[in-house]
């Protein structure tokens, strides 16, 4: 198991977040198209990616929906954790 950061296991969270490089990069900086997620907020990116489940919040042609099905919590939280970890710049 790889460290733990806000609920969240790192080593885990890298793995889930090979499918999230397609847009946000692998750094996770994202690009002029796709928002940077390296290094913001635990807790908020799992509030974010709960949203996008929920439905709440959209993205364009519903990625994020597609994207955001199948995880459950531990998951947000792991590669929210793994995110988090990352620098911003």
């Given at each position: 198991?790889?460290?733990?950061?806000?609920?969240?296991?790192?080593?885990?969270?890298?793995?889930?977040?090979?499918?999230?490089?397609?847009?946000?990069?692998?750094?996770?900086?994202?690009?002029?198209?796709?928002?940077?997620?390296?290094?913001?907020?635990?807790?908020?990116?799992?509030?974010?990616?709960?949203?996008?489940?929920?439905?709440?919040?959209?993205?364009?042609?519903?990625?994020?929906?597609?994207y955001t099905a199948?995880?459950?919590?531990?998951?947000?939280?792991?590669?929210?954790?793994?995110?988090?970890?990352?620098?911003?710049?």
């Open positions: 198991a790889g460290s733990a950061l806000a609920g969240g296991d790192l080593a885990r969270g890298a793995d889930i977040a090979e499918e999230c490089a397609n847009c946000h990069g692998e750094d996770g900086k994202g690009d002029d198209e796709f928002p940077a997620i390296a290094g913001q907020d635990a807790a908020i990116l799992v509030i974010f990616l709960k949203t996008f489940k929920s439905g709440e919040r959209t993205s364009e042609d519903d990625v994020m929906q597609e199948d995880l459950t919590d531990q998951d947000m939280a792991d590669v929210a954790a793994y995110f988090s970890s990352l620098p911003a710049n």
